[in-house]
T-cell receptor, first 115, second 113 residues
Framework: GAGVSQSPSNKVTEKGKDVELRCDPI?????LYWYRQSLGQGLEFLIY????????KSGLPSDRFSAERTGGSVSTLTIQRTQQEDSAVYLC?????????????FGSGTRLTVV | GNSVTQMEGPVTLSEEAFLTINCTYT??????LFWYVQYPGEGLQLLLK?????DKGSNKGFEATYRKETTSFHLEKGSVQVSDSAVYFC????????????FGKGTRLHILP
């Protein structure tokens, strides 16, 4: 597609429920990233996929968070047993092959509210 | 580890004022430096970048110079407009270390007409 697409754009969920957030990167972009943007906290790295390599999960805050990327394209971020502190904007970004200096293209994000 | 520190906001200026948003970094290697901008209701966009010391990135009237001696990458614009109101993020990437960009906490800029 022309840009990075994320869905849903807004999600309100009850505490304890599971949620799935979807990211559709730019066609041909081999690298895909998830970040979390909390008020006053900037962007927090969560997970990174590059081609067929094992993902870099070093930023996932707990084992309630997981992500997968199917067929090297679409990615789903899953949060199990959501907590109020999970409320944030979840941003996906993709990057074409080459050095990270090429920079990311970000989606518009999913605003998650846990009530 | 690598990190980015930028001035806290919000920053409020009148239209046509001079803008500086300070950014300093800590890195063990030789990172590339970025400024991203997030306009209201939109995703982050790359504003400018510099990949080595003394490089100047520029775009839309904004400039930032990679200063290795002061580990800084301050964002400047000579005359801001209302449309520049946004959140600005300083960031770095060290491709010799890993493949992710590390962001500062962001600085919210309000420009008054």
């Amino acid at each position: 597609g022309a840009g990075v697409s994320q869905s849903p754009s807004n999600k309100v969920t009850e505490k304890g429920k599971d949620v799935e957030l979807r990211c559709d990167p730019i066609s041909g972009h081999t690298a895909l990233y998830w970040y979390r943007q909390s008020l006053g906290q900037g962007l927090e790295f969560l997970i990174y996929f590059q081609g067929n390599s094992a993902p870099d999960k070093s930023g996932l805050p707990s084992d309630r968070f997981s992500a997968e990327r199917t067929g090297g394209s679409v990615s789903t971020l899953t949060i199990q047993r959501t907590q109020q502190e999970d409320s944030a904007v979840y941003l996906c970004a993709s990057r074409r092959a080459g050095p990270v200096e090429y920079g990311y293209t970000f989606g518009s994000g999913t605003r998650l509210t846990v009530v | 580890g690598n990190s980015v520190t930028q001035m806290e906001g919000p920053v409020t200026l009148s239209e046509e004022a001079f803008l500086t948003i300070n950014c300093t970094y800590t890195a063990t290697g030789y990172p590339s430096l970025f400024w991203y901008v997030q306009y209201p209701g939109e995703g982050l966009q790359l504003l400018l970048k510099a990949t080595k010391a003394d490089d100047k990135g520029s775009n839309k009237g904004f400039e930032a110079t990679y200063r290795k001696e002061t580990t800084s990458f301050h964002l400047e614009k000579g005359s801001v407009q209302v449309s520049d109101s946004a959140v600005y993020f300083c960031a770095l990437a060290d491709m010799n270390r890993d493949d992710k960009i590390i962001f500062g906490k962001g600085t919210r800029l309000h420009i008054l007409p």
